[in-house]
């Protein structure tokens, strides 16, 4: 069995009187990507928010690369940080800065001594990977949506991350765009030789980028497994009507 | 029990319990910047960056209303002046109004307009839109990138920019009393250096440093904790100018009775 580098067991997280994860349990082993699926509010962001310490649980084991994420100093969050790519739903491109900026920002800060002809062969090599070298001088308000999100992957790959999370990749995109970003999420994987959590409620992307399904329902995973094992013979109506929509009703 | 209590809480102890929580928001955002201004790394590009936003993108408007304001200021004050027969004394007064707090608070007012609320609007739309987290999550301290560097910038652009406005102010004022008493540049200025003091000069720099660092943390407090989408930035925008202009007269008010103290001396 490969190495496991996230152990997550019994986490809780409430905001007020809304109590979101009721006792998550998941581990994640090198190299695999797990999709993790649910309806909009059912606290898929609030998981991997807590694992790169955006947010803190409230009860339960964080563990990402051995290391329990609540009890870390600044100073070593940040370094695992440094080991986690984050790809945000709306890419959170710096909308004040181009391209080469954007891409520039955490490596210049991360990674010292660098010179501008390393800092440019490094920015070039991932706008080719993710298809896109001509958008290197453009503004994130000159870049469709697609091209945005490709641009906020190539940007975290940039520190060259052990563990992507992709926070709804395809939401707000056209069919087309959603098989090729599917696509780069593989390719990253191969490539990079990533560990992946992909959060989304689309099944396609799920069908095309997960090794195994995590279905979380009222704050816990109620469905674990193969896109095979958890969804076309569901038996739990709300997973199987979660199928239904995306494959059977127009 | 106690989280039902506090939803029993009738509406105006609500309030009050919001604004002494507000209180101490406002209280930490500060002693943070203070905690994190000394500490590496130290982002000078974004400061200076910052600086040209607010200063040079500031000179055009800073230097119409400025000279609009030593020109009218003269206008209005010559007629109460020339009943007594002493016209001769308006550079005199102009230079005293003008240094002492016309210029600090003209300045900081359009400066709360026009920078606080680009701050505000700003910081806010990154925070909504997720940058300041996709900062955080790159291992960058984003409070700061955006908060101690912006804060910076104000606090010293201000006085700078109060200086200028004060030099604008008096040029149009000296026309002003050039075109109506024929007097000339040299002895507009040599009346207005005679008439204003070190004390006027200090307290004015000192006055629009703190003008300044006002304008700047009030404008990122409420972008760095604006919410709730687009309507939550333009929130942001407006309560960062509405009070950062409060403060700025509340701070005028309290560093005149300080000057005035001193002058008594």
Redesign the interface.
Known sequence: MSERVVHIRNLHKSFGDLDVLKGVDLDLFREENVVVLGRSGTGKSVLIKIMVGLLRQDEGIMEVLGREVSTLSTKDLNSLRLKIGFSFQNSALYDSMTVRENMEFPLVRNIKNLTKKEITYRIEELLDAVGLPQTINQMPSELSGGQKKRIGVARTLILNPEIMLYDEPTAGLDPITCVEINNLINEVRERYKTTSIVITHDLTCAKMTGDRMAVLLDGQFKAMGTFDEVFPRATDQRIKSFYDYNFTET | MA?EASDRKPFISKKIDKFFKGLADAWNFVKRFWQEVFLP?YEFKEVIHQCYRIGVESLPLISLTGFIVGIVFTNQSRPSLSEFGATSWLPSLISIAVVRAMGPLVTALIAAGKVGSSIGA?IG??KV???I????????NPFKFLVVTRVIATTFMIPILVMYTDFVALIGSFLNVNANELVSLSTFFVQVFESVSFLDIWSSVLKSLLFGFTIGIVGCYKGYNSSKGTEGVGRAANSAVVISMFLIFIEELLALQIVNAIRGM
């Open positions: 989280g790394p700003e739309s990154m839109t997720e940058q987290d996709a900062m955080e999550v790159s291992a960058t």
